[in-house]
Protein backbone atom coordinates (compact mmCIF):
# COMPACT_ATOMS: atom_id res chain seq x y z
CA UNK A 1 0.00 0.00 0.00
CA UNK A 2 1.34 3.51 -1.07
CA UNK A 3 1.38 5.99 1.30
CA UNK A 4 -1.12 8.40 -0.40
CA UNK A 5 -3.15 5.31 -0.21
CA UNK A 6 -2.70 5.05 3.48
CA UNK A 7 -2.90 8.93 4.44
CA UNK A 8 -6.59 8.53 2.34
CA UNK A 9 -7.55 5.52 4.83
CA UNK A 10 -6.73 7.45 7.84
CA UNK A 11 -8.46 10.57 6.86
CA UNK A 12 -11.74 8.74 5.42
CA UNK A 13 -12.30 6.44 8.54
CA UNK A 14 -10.81 9.13 11.24
CA UNK A 15 -8.27 6.85 12.98
CA UNK A 16 -4.71 5.87 13.10
CA UNK A 17 -5.22 2.69 15.03
CA UNK A 18 -3.00 -0.54 14.27
CA UNK A 19 -4.25 -3.81 15.95
CA UNK A 20 -1.60 -6.04 17.34
CA UNK A 21 -1.99 -9.62 16.81
CA UNK A 22 -0.20 -10.95 19.63
CA UNK A 23 -2.50 -13.90 19.82
CA UNK A 24 -1.25 -16.49 23.08
CA UNK A 25 -3.17 -19.74 23.10
CA UNK A 26 -2.83 -19.54 26.33
CA UNK A 27 -4.82 -15.83 26.71
CA UNK A 28 -7.49 -16.31 23.91
CA UNK A 29 -10.84 -17.56 25.03
CA UNK A 30 -11.03 -21.48 25.49
CA UNK A 31 -14.40 -21.91 23.41
CA UNK A 32 -11.48 -21.60 20.89
CA UNK A 33 -9.52 -24.27 21.59
CA UNK A 34 -11.57 -26.70 20.22
CA UNK A 35 -11.33 -25.11 16.24
CA UNK A 36 -8.94 -26.93 13.98
CA UNK A 37 -6.81 -23.72 14.21
CA UNK A 38 -7.56 -21.69 17.60
CA UNK A 39 -4.78 -18.60 16.35
CA UNK A 40 -6.87 -18.59 13.03
CA UNK A 41 -9.85 -18.28 14.38
CA UNK A 42 -9.24 -15.75 17.09
CA UNK A 43 -7.88 -13.65 14.42
CA UNK A 44 -10.25 -14.10 11.90
CA UNK A 45 -13.03 -12.92 14.62
CA UNK A 46 -10.75 -9.61 15.99
CA UNK A 47 -10.61 -8.77 12.70
CA UNK A 48 -14.09 -9.15 11.27
CA UNK A 49 -15.32 -6.83 14.53
CA UNK A 50 -12.35 -4.44 14.47
CA UNK A 51 -11.55 -3.98 10.72
CA UNK A 52 -14.08 -0.17 10.93
CA UNK A 53 -12.34 1.26 13.58
CA UNK A 54 -8.45 0.96 12.05
CA UNK A 55 -6.98 0.99 9.23
CA UNK A 56 -3.64 -1.88 10.11
CA UNK A 57 -3.13 -4.93 11.75
CA UNK A 58 0.35 -6.15 12.68
CA UNK A 59 0.71 -9.38 13.64
CA UNK A 60 3.46 -10.42 16.14
CA UNK A 61 5.64 -12.93 14.00
CA UNK A 62 6.81 -14.21 17.72
CA UNK A 63 3.72 -15.54 18.78
CA UNK A 64 3.20 -17.70 16.13
CA UNK A 65 6.75 -19.30 15.89
CA UNK A 66 6.22 -20.25 19.19
CA UNK A 67 3.92 -23.60 18.29
CA UNK A 68 6.40 -24.07 15.26
CA UNK A 69 5.38 -25.62 11.63
CA UNK A 70 1.57 -25.01 13.25
CA UNK A 71 2.07 -21.57 13.58
CA UNK A 72 2.93 -20.61 10.75
CA UNK A 73 0.34 -22.38 9.10
CA UNK A 74 -1.81 -19.91 11.22
CA UNK A 75 0.22 -16.83 10.39
CA UNK A 76 -0.30 -17.76 6.80
CA UNK A 77 -3.98 -18.15 7.16
CA UNK A 78 -4.13 -15.01 8.68
CA UNK A 79 -2.02 -12.34 6.29
CA UNK A 80 -3.92 -14.39 3.43
CA UNK A 81 -7.26 -13.58 4.96
CA UNK A 82 -6.48 -9.61 5.92
CA UNK A 83 -5.15 -9.50 1.54
CA UNK A 84 -8.58 -11.40 0.51
CA UNK A 85 -10.90 -10.14 2.82
CA UNK A 86 -9.25 -6.56 3.47
CA UNK A 87 -7.10 -5.14 1.29
CA UNK A 88 -7.40 -1.59 2.15
CA UNK A 89 -5.80 -2.04 5.68
CA UNK A 90 -2.23 -1.72 5.78
CA UNK A 91 -0.23 -5.38 6.87
CA UNK A 92 2.67 -5.18 8.92
CA UNK A 93 4.97 -8.21 9.96
CA UNK A 94 6.36 -7.23 13.56
CA UNK A 95 9.38 -9.70 12.97
CA UNK A 96 12.36 -7.08 14.05
CA UNK A 97 14.56 -8.61 11.69
CA UNK A 98 18.16 -7.59 10.18
CA UNK A 99 21.07 -9.77 9.51
CA UNK A 100 23.92 -9.79 6.72
CA UNK A 101 22.96 -8.75 2.98
CA UNK A 102 22.29 -12.26 1.45
CA UNK A 103 20.44 -12.81 4.96
CA UNK A 104 18.25 -10.11 4.98
CA UNK A 105 17.55 -10.88 1.65
CA UNK A 106 16.13 -13.74 2.50
CA UNK A 107 13.78 -12.56 5.33
CA UNK A 108 12.49 -9.82 2.89
CA UNK A 109 11.43 -12.47 0.63
CA UNK A 110 9.74 -14.64 3.31
CA UNK A 111 7.19 -11.70 4.97
CA UNK A 112 7.28 -9.39 2.11
CA UNK A 113 6.97 -11.61 -0.89
CA UNK A 114 5.75 -15.32 0.13
CA UNK A 115 3.36 -13.93 3.00
CA UNK A 116 2.57 -10.78 1.01
CA UNK A 117 2.82 -8.48 4.19
CA UNK A 118 2.93 -4.63 3.27
CA UNK A 119 5.67 -3.64 5.72
CA UNK A 120 7.94 -5.34 8.11
CA UNK A 121 9.67 -4.08 11.05
CA UNK A 122 13.76 -3.65 10.93
CA UNK A 123 16.33 -3.95 13.69
CA UNK A 124 19.43 -1.57 12.86
CA UNK A 125 22.02 -2.80 15.19
CA UNK A 126 23.58 -4.79 12.04
CA UNK A 127 23.76 -1.47 9.49
CA UNK A 128 23.22 -0.05 6.06
CA UNK A 129 23.42 -3.55 4.09
CA UNK A 130 21.49 -4.99 6.93
CA UNK A 131 18.72 -3.10 6.03
CA UNK A 132 18.65 -1.88 2.25
CA UNK A 133 18.17 -5.49 1.07
CA UNK A 134 14.19 -5.01 3.20
CA UNK A 135 13.62 -1.94 0.18
CA UNK A 136 11.61 -3.46 -2.52
CA UNK A 137 8.93 -2.16 -4.90
CA UNK A 138 7.13 1.10 -3.72
CA UNK A 139 3.81 0.05 -2.09
CA UNK A 140 6.06 -2.44 0.26
CA UNK A 141 7.83 -0.65 3.36
CA UNK A 142 10.97 -0.80 5.87
CA UNK A 143 9.56 0.03 9.32
CA UNK A 144 13.00 0.59 11.02
CA UNK A 145 13.06 0.62 15.24
CA UNK A 146 14.37 4.17 16.15
CA UNK A 147 13.47 4.86 20.33
CA UNK A 148 11.30 1.81 21.16
CA UNK A 149 8.66 1.69 24.11
CA UNK A 150 10.34 -0.75 26.53
CA UNK A 151 12.64 -0.05 29.09
CA UNK A 152 15.40 -1.29 28.01
CA UNK A 153 15.20 1.18 25.08
CA UNK A 154 17.36 3.58 27.76
CA UNK A 155 20.52 0.42 27.59
CA UNK A 156 21.31 1.65 24.22
CA UNK A 157 19.26 3.70 22.10
CA UNK A 158 19.35 6.69 24.63
CA UNK A 159 22.98 6.54 25.03
CA UNK A 160 24.53 9.83 24.25
CA UNK A 161 27.16 9.29 20.99
CA UNK A 162 30.86 11.08 21.09
CA UNK A 163 29.93 13.19 17.33
CA UNK A 164 26.29 14.29 19.59
CA UNK A 165 23.02 12.69 20.01
CA UNK A 166 21.79 9.78 20.95
CA UNK A 167 22.26 6.60 19.13
CA UNK A 168 19.00 6.57 17.89
CA UNK A 169 19.18 10.23 16.21
CA UNK A 170 22.05 8.52 14.32
CA UNK A 171 20.00 5.84 13.50
CA UNK A 172 17.45 8.44 11.64
CA UNK A 173 19.53 10.64 10.59
CA UNK A 174 21.58 7.60 8.77
CA UNK A 175 19.11 5.83 7.87
CA UNK A 176 17.09 8.57 5.75
CA UNK A 177 20.21 8.10 3.28
CA UNK A 178 19.65 4.76 2.66
CA UNK A 179 15.84 4.54 1.98
CA UNK A 180 13.61 7.08 0.16
CA UNK A 181 10.56 8.47 2.42
CA UNK A 182 7.52 6.61 1.33
CA UNK A 183 9.09 3.53 1.88
CA UNK A 184 10.41 3.95 5.29
CA UNK A 185 8.62 4.85 8.54
CA UNK A 186 10.06 4.57 12.08
CA UNK A 187 9.06 2.54 15.07
CA UNK A 188 8.78 5.33 18.04
CA UNK A 189 7.57 4.09 21.29
CA UNK A 190 4.66 6.10 22.92
CA UNK A 191 6.36 5.87 26.20
CA UNK A 192 8.86 8.95 25.32
CA UNK A 193 6.18 12.04 24.65
CA UNK A 194 9.23 14.39 25.10
CA UNK A 195 11.57 12.48 23.09
CA UNK A 196 8.85 11.91 20.17
CA UNK A 197 7.99 15.34 20.03
CA UNK A 198 11.74 16.16 18.95
CA UNK A 199 11.77 13.02 16.91
CA UNK A 200 9.02 14.80 14.95
CA UNK A 201 11.14 17.91 14.54
CA UNK A 202 14.36 15.60 13.38
CA UNK A 203 11.70 13.33 10.85
CA UNK A 204 8.92 15.44 9.90
CA UNK A 205 7.54 13.30 6.73
CA UNK A 206 8.32 9.75 7.95
CA UNK A 207 5.15 7.86 9.44
CA UNK A 208 5.77 6.58 12.84
CA UNK A 209 4.66 3.46 14.09
CA UNK A 210 3.97 3.92 17.78
CA UNK A 211 3.66 1.01 20.04
CA UNK A 212 3.04 1.55 24.42
CA UNK A 213 -0.29 2.52 24.35
CA UNK A 214 -2.32 0.73 27.05
CA UNK A 215 -0.82 -1.90 28.68
CA UNK A 216 2.86 -0.42 28.31
CA UNK A 217 1.49 3.63 29.81
CA UNK A 218 1.52 5.61 27.04
CA UNK A 219 -1.67 8.13 25.85
CA UNK A 220 -3.02 8.38 21.97
CA UNK A 221 -3.56 12.14 23.57
CA UNK A 222 0.15 12.56 23.93
CA UNK A 223 0.70 10.75 20.85
CA UNK A 224 -1.39 12.55 18.55
CA UNK A 225 -0.15 16.24 19.87
CA UNK A 226 3.49 15.28 19.92
CA UNK A 227 3.75 13.11 17.16
CA UNK A 228 1.05 13.99 14.36
CA UNK A 229 2.39 15.73 10.87
CA UNK A 230 0.67 17.52 8.07
CA UNK A 231 -0.32 13.80 6.88
CA UNK A 232 -1.07 12.94 9.81
CA UNK A 233 1.94 10.50 9.62
CA UNK A 234 0.97 7.80 12.79
CA UNK A 235 -0.10 4.06 12.94
CA UNK A 236 -0.56 3.60 16.90
CA UNK A 237 -0.87 0.42 17.70
CA UNK A 238 -2.59 -1.13 20.85
CA UNK A 239 -2.30 -5.24 21.02
CA UNK A 240 -3.60 -6.81 24.29
CA UNK A 241 -6.11 -3.44 25.43
CA UNK A 242 -7.94 -4.47 22.56
CA UNK A 243 -7.81 -8.47 21.95
CA UNK A 244 -7.82 -9.60 25.53
CA UNK A 245 -10.33 -7.04 26.40
CA UNK A 246 -12.61 -9.95 27.52
CA UNK A 247 -11.43 -13.46 27.78
CA UNK A 248 -15.28 -14.92 27.34
CA UNK A 249 -17.47 -15.31 24.33
CA UNK A 250 -18.31 -11.98 23.80
CA UNK A 251 -14.21 -11.31 22.93
CA UNK A 252 -14.65 -9.39 19.61
CA UNK A 253 -17.18 -7.10 21.00
CA UNK A 254 -15.25 -6.40 23.63
CA UNK A 255 -12.24 -5.83 21.29
CA UNK A 256 -14.83 -4.09 19.37
CA UNK A 257 -15.88 -1.20 22.04
CA UNK A 258 -11.79 -0.86 22.71
CA UNK A 259 -10.80 0.02 19.25
CA UNK A 260 -13.77 2.14 18.73
CA UNK A 261 -13.11 4.11 21.99
CA UNK A 262 -9.47 4.20 21.38
CA UNK A 263 -10.55 5.32 17.42
CA UNK A 264 -12.98 8.01 18.94
CA UNK A 265 -9.53 9.45 20.94
CA UNK A 266 -7.91 9.86 17.70
CA UNK A 267 -10.56 11.25 15.95
CA UNK A 268 -10.72 14.61 17.61
CA UNK A 269 -7.20 15.59 16.05
CA UNK A 270 -7.91 14.31 12.45
CA UNK B 1 24.62 -28.48 26.01
CA UNK B 2 26.85 -27.10 28.74
CA UNK B 3 30.31 -25.58 28.73
CA UNK B 4 31.96 -28.10 30.16
CA UNK B 5 30.91 -30.73 27.38
CA UNK B 6 31.78 -28.39 24.37
CA UNK B 7 35.14 -27.55 25.76
CA UNK B 8 35.50 -31.29 25.41
CA UNK B 9 34.05 -32.25 21.68
CA UNK B 10 36.39 -29.09 21.05
CA UNK B 11 39.63 -30.56 22.20
CA UNK B 12 38.32 -34.07 21.78
CA UNK B 13 38.15 -33.27 17.55
CA UNK B 14 40.68 -30.52 17.38
CA UNK B 15 38.23 -28.34 15.61
CA UNK B 16 36.15 -25.32 16.55
CA UNK B 17 34.55 -25.49 12.99
CA UNK B 18 31.00 -24.56 13.32
CA UNK B 19 28.99 -25.53 10.03
CA UNK B 20 26.49 -22.46 8.65
CA UNK B 21 23.20 -24.42 6.90
CA UNK B 22 22.04 -21.19 4.70
CA UNK B 23 20.59 -24.08 2.89
CA UNK B 24 19.55 -21.53 -0.76
CA UNK B 25 16.96 -23.83 -3.12
CA UNK B 26 18.82 -22.19 -5.67
CA UNK B 27 22.07 -23.02 -4.61
CA UNK B 28 21.61 -26.62 -4.22
CA UNK B 29 22.46 -29.32 -6.82
CA UNK B 30 20.02 -29.97 -9.33
CA UNK B 31 19.59 -33.16 -8.56
CA UNK B 32 18.03 -32.54 -4.98
CA UNK B 33 15.11 -30.76 -6.30
CA UNK B 34 12.97 -33.85 -7.13
CA UNK B 35 13.33 -35.03 -3.68
CA UNK B 36 10.23 -34.40 -1.74
CA UNK B 37 12.37 -31.71 0.86
CA UNK B 38 15.07 -30.59 -0.90
CA UNK B 39 16.37 -28.11 1.65
CA UNK B 40 16.29 -31.03 4.51
CA UNK B 41 17.77 -33.63 1.58
CA UNK B 42 20.53 -31.22 1.49
CA UNK B 43 21.21 -30.66 5.09
CA UNK B 44 20.82 -34.19 6.37
CA UNK B 45 23.91 -35.12 3.42
CA UNK B 46 26.00 -32.33 4.69
CA UNK B 47 25.17 -32.90 7.90
CA UNK B 48 26.52 -36.56 7.27
CA UNK B 49 29.22 -36.01 5.66
CA UNK B 50 30.83 -32.82 8.05
CA UNK B 51 29.80 -34.51 11.42
CA UNK B 52 33.31 -35.74 12.22
CA UNK B 53 34.85 -32.15 11.26
CA UNK B 54 32.87 -29.94 12.98
CA UNK B 55 31.27 -29.47 16.64
CA UNK B 56 28.95 -27.40 16.01
CA UNK B 57 25.66 -26.40 13.18
CA UNK B 58 23.89 -23.26 12.70
CA UNK B 59 20.60 -23.02 10.34
CA UNK B 60 20.23 -19.89 8.75
CA UNK B 61 16.74 -19.68 9.53
CA UNK B 62 15.86 -16.73 7.19
CA UNK B 63 16.94 -19.26 4.40
CA UNK B 64 13.93 -21.55 5.79
CA UNK B 65 11.50 -18.85 6.26
CA UNK B 66 11.51 -17.51 2.71
CA UNK B 67 9.54 -20.84 1.92
CA UNK B 68 7.15 -19.98 4.59
CA UNK B 69 5.26 -23.48 6.35
CA UNK B 70 7.51 -25.41 3.59
CA UNK B 71 10.42 -24.17 5.20
CA UNK B 72 10.19 -24.42 8.77
CA UNK B 73 8.98 -27.81 7.99
CA UNK B 74 12.32 -28.27 6.56
CA UNK B 75 14.02 -26.55 9.80
CA UNK B 76 12.53 -28.87 11.74
CA UNK B 77 13.60 -31.58 10.07
CA UNK B 78 17.24 -30.49 10.04
CA UNK B 79 17.27 -29.87 14.58
CA UNK B 80 15.27 -33.07 15.39
CA UNK B 81 17.55 -35.12 12.64
CA UNK B 82 20.71 -33.23 14.54
CA UNK B 83 19.10 -34.00 17.77
CA UNK B 84 18.59 -37.24 17.37
CA UNK B 85 21.78 -38.54 15.25
CA UNK B 86 23.98 -35.98 16.34
CA UNK B 87 23.58 -35.23 19.95
CA UNK B 88 27.16 -34.16 21.06
CA UNK B 89 26.91 -31.07 17.86
CA UNK B 90 26.02 -28.00 19.36
CA UNK B 91 23.23 -26.35 17.79
CA UNK B 92 22.80 -23.12 17.03
CA UNK B 93 19.57 -21.29 15.65
CA UNK B 94 20.50 -18.03 14.04
CA UNK B 95 17.76 -16.28 14.19
CA UNK B 96 19.07 -12.47 15.04
CA UNK B 97 15.84 -12.05 17.05
CA UNK B 98 15.30 -9.10 20.32
CA UNK B 99 12.07 -7.77 21.11
CA UNK B 100 9.93 -6.26 24.48
CA UNK B 101 9.86 -8.76 26.92
CA UNK B 102 6.20 -10.59 26.50
CA UNK B 103 7.96 -10.95 22.45
CA UNK B 104 11.25 -12.17 23.13
CA UNK B 105 10.10 -15.00 25.82
CA UNK B 106 7.89 -16.22 22.86
CA UNK B 107 10.74 -16.23 20.54
CA UNK B 108 13.13 -18.11 23.09
CA UNK B 109 10.15 -20.67 23.42
CA UNK B 110 10.01 -21.08 19.31
CA UNK B 111 13.77 -21.58 18.75
CA UNK B 112 15.03 -23.15 22.30
CA UNK B 113 12.09 -25.53 23.56
CA UNK B 114 9.81 -26.28 20.06
CA UNK B 115 12.42 -26.53 17.80
CA UNK B 116 15.12 -27.49 21.06
CA UNK B 117 17.82 -25.35 19.86
CA UNK B 118 21.08 -25.08 22.53
CA UNK B 119 21.17 -21.51 21.38
CA UNK B 120 19.97 -19.01 19.73
CA UNK B 121 21.76 -15.40 18.21
CA UNK B 122 19.53 -12.45 19.58
CA UNK B 123 20.48 -8.87 18.64
CA UNK B 124 20.59 -6.34 21.37
CA UNK B 125 19.51 -2.83 20.21
CA UNK B 126 15.99 -3.20 22.28
CA UNK B 127 18.39 -3.31 25.88
CA UNK B 128 18.27 -5.77 29.01
CA UNK B 129 14.68 -7.08 29.20
CA UNK B 130 14.68 -7.95 25.08
CA UNK B 131 17.81 -10.11 26.03
CA UNK B 132 17.03 -11.49 29.44
CA UNK B 133 14.03 -13.68 28.21
CA UNK B 134 16.18 -15.79 26.09
CA UNK B 135 18.19 -16.86 29.54
CA UNK B 136 16.50 -20.67 30.06
CA UNK B 137 17.89 -23.61 32.14
CA UNK B 138 21.82 -24.26 31.84
CA UNK B 139 22.69 -25.84 28.68
CA UNK B 140 20.77 -23.47 26.99
CA UNK B 141 22.52 -19.79 25.05
CA UNK B 142 22.55 -16.35 24.24
CA UNK B 143 24.54 -15.69 21.54
CA UNK B 144 24.47 -11.67 21.76
CA UNK B 145 25.52 -9.86 18.56
CA UNK B 146 28.84 -7.97 19.41
CA UNK B 147 30.41 -6.60 16.03
CA UNK B 148 29.27 -8.63 13.24
CA UNK B 149 31.27 -9.17 10.32
CA UNK B 150 29.65 -6.96 7.70
CA UNK B 151 30.94 -3.58 6.20
CA UNK B 152 27.81 -2.12 7.98
CA UNK B 153 29.11 -3.06 11.45
CA UNK B 154 31.15 0.67 11.15
CA UNK B 155 27.45 2.70 10.73
CA UNK B 156 26.83 2.19 14.56
CA UNK B 157 28.50 -0.54 16.43
CA UNK B 158 31.81 1.06 15.81
CA UNK B 159 30.44 4.38 16.64
CA UNK B 160 32.07 6.63 19.54
CA UNK B 161 29.98 6.70 22.59
CA UNK B 162 30.58 9.91 24.75
CA UNK B 163 31.03 8.10 28.11
CA UNK B 164 34.05 6.30 25.63
CA UNK B 165 34.40 3.19 23.72
CA UNK B 166 32.40 1.82 21.03
CA UNK B 167 28.91 1.07 20.78
CA UNK B 168 30.03 -2.60 20.75
CA UNK B 169 31.70 -2.32 23.79
CA UNK B 170 29.07 -0.76 25.87
CA UNK B 171 26.81 -3.87 24.60
CA UNK B 172 29.50 -6.04 26.04
CA UNK B 173 29.84 -4.56 29.13
CA UNK B 174 25.92 -4.32 29.96
CA UNK B 175 24.98 -7.72 29.09
CA UNK B 176 27.43 -9.35 31.02
CA UNK B 177 25.76 -7.75 33.77
CA UNK B 178 22.71 -9.62 32.67
CA UNK B 179 23.47 -13.15 31.68
CA UNK B 180 26.03 -15.60 33.55
CA UNK B 181 29.37 -16.22 31.83
CA UNK B 182 28.88 -20.08 31.36
CA UNK B 183 25.17 -19.16 29.52
CA UNK B 184 26.12 -16.25 27.20
CA UNK B 185 28.04 -15.97 24.00
CA UNK B 186 29.23 -13.39 21.54
CA UNK B 187 29.20 -13.15 17.77
CA UNK B 188 32.24 -11.12 16.82
CA UNK B 189 33.27 -11.13 12.59
CA UNK B 190 36.65 -12.30 11.78
CA UNK B 191 36.72 -9.44 9.52
CA UNK B 192 37.65 -7.35 12.74
CA UNK B 193 41.41 -9.18 13.57
CA UNK B 194 42.70 -5.97 15.43
CA UNK B 195 39.07 -5.56 17.29
CA UNK B 196 39.00 -9.26 18.16
CA UNK B 197 42.21 -8.62 20.09
CA UNK B 198 40.75 -6.11 21.96
CA UNK B 199 37.67 -7.91 22.67
CA UNK B 200 39.42 -11.08 23.73
CA UNK B 201 40.75 -8.84 26.63
CA UNK B 202 37.78 -7.26 27.44
CA UNK B 203 35.82 -10.68 27.66
CA UNK B 204 38.64 -13.00 28.56
CA UNK B 205 36.01 -16.25 30.19
CA UNK B 206 33.09 -15.95 26.77
CA UNK B 207 33.07 -18.13 23.99
CA UNK B 208 32.95 -16.23 20.47
CA UNK B 209 30.97 -17.21 17.71
CA UNK B 210 32.81 -15.86 14.65
CA UNK B 211 31.25 -15.44 11.22
CA UNK B 212 33.33 -14.04 8.18
CA UNK B 213 35.93 -16.56 7.77
CA UNK B 214 36.21 -17.44 3.89
CA UNK B 215 33.64 -15.86 1.75
CA UNK B 216 34.06 -12.48 3.50
CA UNK B 217 37.41 -12.63 3.96
CA UNK B 218 38.90 -13.56 7.69
CA UNK B 219 41.35 -16.03 8.24
CA UNK B 220 41.15 -18.72 10.80
CA UNK B 221 44.93 -17.95 11.86
CA UNK B 222 44.10 -14.35 13.15
CA UNK B 223 40.55 -15.72 14.50
CA UNK B 224 42.94 -18.35 16.60
CA UNK B 225 45.84 -16.37 17.37
CA UNK B 226 43.41 -13.14 18.40
CA UNK B 227 40.11 -14.78 20.11
CA UNK B 228 41.22 -17.82 21.24
CA UNK B 229 40.91 -18.00 24.93
CA UNK B 230 42.55 -20.90 27.51
CA UNK B 231 39.37 -22.93 26.86
CA UNK B 232 39.72 -22.18 23.05
CA UNK B 233 36.20 -19.65 23.58
CA UNK B 234 35.69 -20.06 19.98
CA UNK B 235 33.20 -21.26 17.54
CA UNK B 236 34.23 -20.62 13.98
CA UNK B 237 31.20 -20.51 11.29
CA UNK B 238 31.60 -20.89 7.46
CA UNK B 239 28.97 -21.58 5.47
CA UNK B 240 29.13 -21.16 1.94
CA UNK B 241 32.71 -21.86 1.56
CA UNK B 242 31.99 -25.44 2.70
CA UNK B 243 28.30 -26.28 1.78
CA UNK B 244 28.38 -24.85 -1.81
CA UNK B 245 31.63 -26.11 -2.68
CA UNK B 246 30.62 -28.29 -4.98
CA UNK B 247 27.05 -28.03 -7.05
CA UNK B 248 27.61 -31.22 -8.70
CA UNK B 249 26.75 -34.59 -7.25
CA UNK B 250 29.82 -34.80 -5.06
CA UNK B 251 28.75 -31.66 -3.18
CA UNK B 252 28.91 -33.54 0.33
CA UNK B 253 32.41 -35.42 -0.53
CA UNK B 254 33.24 -31.57 -1.15
CA UNK B 255 31.86 -30.17 1.86
CA UNK B 256 33.43 -32.55 3.60
CA UNK B 257 36.88 -31.80 2.31
CA UNK B 258 36.79 -28.54 2.40
CA UNK B 259 35.83 -28.82 6.35
CA UNK B 260 38.10 -30.78 6.88
CA UNK B 261 40.93 -28.06 5.72
CA UNK B 262 39.30 -25.56 8.03
CA UNK B 263 39.71 -28.00 10.93
CA UNK B 264 43.41 -28.72 10.08
CA UNK B 265 44.29 -24.96 10.17
CA UNK B 266 42.36 -25.31 13.73
CA UNK B 267 44.01 -28.42 15.14
CA UNK B 268 47.45 -26.82 14.94
CA UNK B 269 46.17 -24.45 17.71
CA UNK B 270 44.53 -26.78 19.33
Not at 39 to 65: G, S
Not at 105 to 130: H, N, Q, R, W
Not at 166 to 183: A, G, I, P, R
Amino acid sequence: MIRRELVEQIKLKKTALCVGLDTDIEKIPSHLLSESDPLFAFNKAIIDATADHCVAYKPNIAFYEAHGVKGWESLKKTIDYLNSDYPNHFTIADAKRGDIGNTSKMYAKAFLETLGFDSITVAPYMGEDSVVPFVREKGKWVILLALTSNKGSSDFQRLPMQAGGDLYSSVLTKSQEWVEDDQLMYVVGATHPKAMKSLRNQVPNHFFLVPGVGAQGGTVEDVMVNGMNSEIGLLINSSRGIIYASSQTDFAEAAQREAKILSQKMAKFI
